[in-house]
């Protein structure tokens, strides 16, 4: 790095912080610097904050996407039948939850979605997706080619995004240094080396759902939901479709987009209060019960708070003609023990 370099990317800080918006190519230019490490840390750190600080346009988001996926991202054949869904939530948000996204995974997958899954370790939360899966069994420390065939063969895997097999470079040296929410929750999150086709992503913001519906159609998703829910009582938000109040939802197919709200109780569900669903703030306790939930035996406020995620899902996958019938392909999938077969599988083939 030369001190020419240095002040320049500093302008383009100078920029953000009076609230300017960079180009596409100027944002692929800044995070193409941070992935390769060019830049001292302390401008790497001041841009991160800054572009949040700001709010994050589509551009900014597609320009950051876009290096970490070219210069940071090992990336997977795709010889992968069928279409291949995500699903995760940004963070960012007030309120810690049960580990919905994890467990409605692998519901969805019982139920026939292929799920290609891309997480890191808890940032601005108590338990992230890969805390939780490798509390419960799953190795989150193996090669690429492990997870590929596990995606193959079981219809579910887990690419750990703070893993050097995965992002051998940048992500995982900054995400460890780090524990704010920043554009590497949206832009590093689609990184996912098996690029999806369809995905159901939750945002802490209300505010980045049109944006991040768009980021997800700009880059190659068909097919795509973006949902910021709400707790009733407190008037908080969360990066999941929530059971205890409504939820703002964006809906894509291609690049046309909808967006409406969506309550419990129009799916069928009663809705509860946050801290029947909430985190308990223990890792293994948030494992055992990860696993009565898969097996039918949890809480029901956790199971069904996992059937309407899950049941987005197949919605959003094409399996389930509406989000309701999805959540009542999930609930027969957890009674009949289909869903805890699927981890039990998963367990054996990513490790």
């Known amino acids: 790095m030369n001190n020419e370099s240095i002040q320049n990317f500093g302008g383009q800080i100078q920029r953000l912080i009076r609230g300017e918006a960079l180009t596409?190519?100027?944002?692929?230019?800044?995070?193409?610097?941070?992935?390769?490490?060019?830049?001292?840390?302390?401008?790497?750190?001041a841009f991160l904050g800054a572009l949040v600080a700001k709010g994050e346009t589509v551009d900014e988001i597609a320009g950051a996407w876009e290096a970490i996926n070219q210069f940071d991202t090992v990336h997977v054949a795709n010889d992968i039948s069928g279409p291949v869904v995500e699903n995760s939530g940004t963070g960012m948000d007030k309120l810690n939850t049960f580990n919905v996204s994890s467990a409605a995974a692998i519901v969805a997958a019982a139920c026939g979605a292929t799920m290609a899954r891309h997480g890191a370790r808890a940032l601005s939360s108590f338990c992230g997706t890969v805390d939780i899966m490798e509390a419960v069994g799953i190795n989150v420390e193996c090669e690429i080619g492990t997870v590929e065939k596990s995606i193959k063969e079981a219809g579910i895997g887990l690419f750990n995004g703070m893993s050097g097999h995965i992002h051998p470079g940048a992500l995982g040296?900054?995400?460890?240094?780090?524990?704010?929410?920043?554009?590497?929750?949206?832009?590093?999150?689609?990184?996912?080396?098996?690029?999806?086709?369809?995905?159901?992503?939750?945002?802490?913001?209300?505010?980045?759902?049109?944006?991040?519906?768009?980021?997800?159609?700009?880059?190659?998703?068909?097919?795509?939901?973006?949902?910021?829910?709400?707790?009733?009582?407190?008037?908080?938000?969360?990066?999941?479709i929530s059971l205890c109040g409504e939820t703002k939802v964006v809906e894509f197919t291609g690049k046309t987009f909808k967006e409406y709200t969506l309550t419990p109780e129009e799916v069928g569900l009663t809705r509860v209060s946050l801290p029947e669903i909430a985190t308990t703030n223990d890792l293994q306790q948030e494992a055992e019960r990860f696993k009565k939930v898969l097996a039918g035996n949890g809480p029901t406020a956790c199971i069904?708070?996992?059937?309407?995620?899950?049941?987005?899902?197949?919605?959003?996958?094409?399996?389930?003609?509406?989000?309701?019938?999805?959540?009542?392909?999930?609930?027969?999938?957890?009674s009949n023990g289909s869903a805890h077969e699927k981890l039990e599988l998963w367990k054996r083939l990513q490790n």
């Open 304 to 334: 069904d708070f996992t059937c309407l995620n899950a049941g987005a899902i197949l919605y959003i996958a094409g399996i389930s003609d509406s989000i309701k019938d999805g959540v009542a392909r999930s609930k027969e999938a957890i």
């Open 173 to 240: 040296r900054i995400l460890s240094q780090i524990r704010f929410g920043s554009t590497l929750n949206i832009a590093a999150s689609l990184a996912n080396p098996c690029q999806p086709s369809i995905g159901l992503r939750g945002v802490g913001n209300e505010n980045l759902l049109m944006p991040s519906a768009q980021v997800m159609s700009q880059i190659g998703y068909s097919q795509g939901m973006v949902v910021h829910g709400f707790d009733a009582a407190s008037g908080d938000g969360m990066d999941e």
């Open 24 to 45: 596409r190519q100027e944002t692929y230019e800044m995070f193409r610097e941070v992935m390769l490490n060019e830049q001292p840390d302390l401008q790497q750190g």
